[in-house]
C-alpha cells in the first residue's frame, strides 16, 4: 500500500472527502494538485479546504496555456467529436493533470497517485492509463470507487468533519468545467426524458438577441485571432465562451457511451468549443484536397474515441497526430460566423490557398470548365456499372 499519493484535488465533494478518508482508512499522506484549466472560480479556497482536511501540502498550478495548446490544438485540428457531438471537454484536462500529477509525485517521493473518480465513470480510466503511460511504477489509488459512499453519505461524511462542500442533499448536480467547456451530471438528469432544468446551465444564459457576426482566424488549422485582433489560443477560447454562450446557442444534451460500458445521460455546454470545430471544419471544405479531406473524415471519430477512452499517451494517437499535422500545412484563412439567438452558423469563408476555383465553379460568363470534356468522363466512370448491368443486373436478359 502508497504510504504517500499526490490527490488530483478538484475541491469539489468527492475530492474533499477524500483527503481526510485516505487519511483515516488508509494511513496515506496526502499531497493535494489542483490544475486551473480555466474553471472559472472553482479553485477559490481549495487550498484551505484541503490542507483542512488534513492534506500534507497543496498545489495549484496555472495549466491554461498549456492545455490550450498541447491539447485543445490537436483536437481542434482533428474535429475530434465524440459521437459527433461531444468535444471531449472532461477528457482532455485528465491527461494534463496526470502528467503534473506524476511530477508532484516524483518531486516529494510519493509512491502514488490518487483521483476521486468513481467506479462506472470515464475519468477513473483517464487518470489510470494515462498514469500507467507516464509512471507504471507509481500506485493507484481510487477511494470513491472502493469506499461504498452514495452521494449522500459523502455529503454527510463532509459535514461531519466540518469539510466545506457546495453540494446539498437538495441539489445534487456533479459539474466539472474548464476553458472547453462545463459538463453537468447526476440529479433529475439521470432521467433520460426530463428536461434539463434551466438552473443548469451557465455558459449559455441567453443575455443578446441582436444578430451580429464574428470572425475566426486559422493559421496551420489554430485558431490565432477573432476579429483581426491576435490571442493566445486559451483568450481566445475563453471569449468565444462569452460571445457564443451569449446567444444561448452551445448546449448538447446527449445519451453517450461511457468506456465502461453503459450508456450514459450526459449535458454538456461548450459554446466556444462548437463554434471553433464549426469554423476549423469549414474552412477545411475549402483548403483540403478531396481524398485527403475523405480519409482524415474517416479517422476523425477514432481520434475522438482514442481521447474519451484515455489514451491520449498511446502511439496511434502519435501516429494520428502526424497525419493530421501534415493536413494542415495548408488550413489558414478566415471563417465567418453568423450570431443569432439559439443559432451559430458559417456565412463565409477565404483562405490564401483555397482550392476554391470560380473559373471552375461558376456558371456565369467566367466559366473555364470545360463541359465537352464530361461526355467521356461520365461514360468511362459508369463503364462498369453498365457492363455488369447488362451481365448480371437489370439490363440483362437472363
Known sequence: MAKRVVLAYSGG????????????????????????????????????????????????????????????????????LYEKQYPLVSALS??????????????????????????????????????????????????????GFTREDSIAYAAEHAIPVGATKEKLYSIDDN????????????????????????????TRTDPSEVTISFEA???????????????????????????????????????????????YEAPGALAVMLAHSDLEGVTLERDLQRTKI????????????GLWFSPLRDALDAFIDSSQQHVTGEVR???????????????????????????DAADRFRHADSEGFVRLWGLGLATWSSVQGPGSKG
Not at 337 to 363: F, H, I
Request: overall charge negative; glycine content about 10%; hydrophobic content about 40%.
Open 179 to 206: 476553458l472547453w467547456g462545463r459538463a453537468i451530471e447526476c440529479g433529475e438528469m439521470e432521467d433520460p426524458w426530463a428536461k434539463p432544468p434551466e438552473g443548469v446551465w451557465s455558459m449559455t444564459q441567453q
Open 94 to 147: 485528465r491527461p494534463l493533470i496526470v502528467k503534473h500529477q506524476v511530477a508532484l509525485a516524483r518531486e516529494y517521493g510519493a509512491d502514488g497517485i490518487a483521483h476521486g473518480c468513481t467506479g462506472k465513470g470515464n475519468d477513473q480510466v483517464r487518470f489510470e492509463v494515462a498514469a500507467m503511460a507516464l509512471a507504471p511504477d507509481l500506485e493507484l489509488v481510487a477511494p470513491v470507487r472502493n469506499w
Open 337 to 363: 460566423l453568423g450570431l443569432e439567438p439559439n443559432r451559430c452558423y458559417v456565412v463565409g469563408r477565404k483562405a490564401s490557398r483555397s482550392l476554391y476555383d470560380y473559373g471552375l465553379a461558376t456558371y
Open 298 to 309: 474517416s479517422l476523425e471519430h477514432r481520434y475522438a474515441e482514442l481521447v474519451y477512452d
Open 221 to 267: 488549422g489554430v485558431p490565432v485571432a477573432i476579429d483581426g485582433r491576435r490571442l493566445p489560443l486559451h483568450e481566445l477560447v475563453t471569449e468565444l465562451n462569452h460571445t457564443v454562450g451569449a446567444y444561448g446557442w452551445g448546449r448538447l444534451d446527449m445519451v453517450e457511451n461511457r468506456r465502461v460500458g453503459i450508456k450514459s445521460r450526459e449535458t
Open 13 to 80: 465533494l468527492d475530492t474533499s472527502v477524500a483527503v481526510r478518508w485516505m487519511i483515516e482508512n488508509l494511513g496515506v499522506e496526502v499531497i493535494c494538485l489542483s490544475a486551473d484549466v480555466g474553471q472559472e472560480g472553482t479553485l477559490d479556497g481549495n487550498e484551505a479546504k484541503a490542507l483542512g482536511a488534513g492534506a500534507i501540502a497543496y498545489h495549484q498550478l496555472d495549466l491554461r496555456e498549456e492545455f490550450a495548446n498541447e491539447y485543445l490544438a490537436p483536437v481542434i485540428k482533428a474535429n475530434a
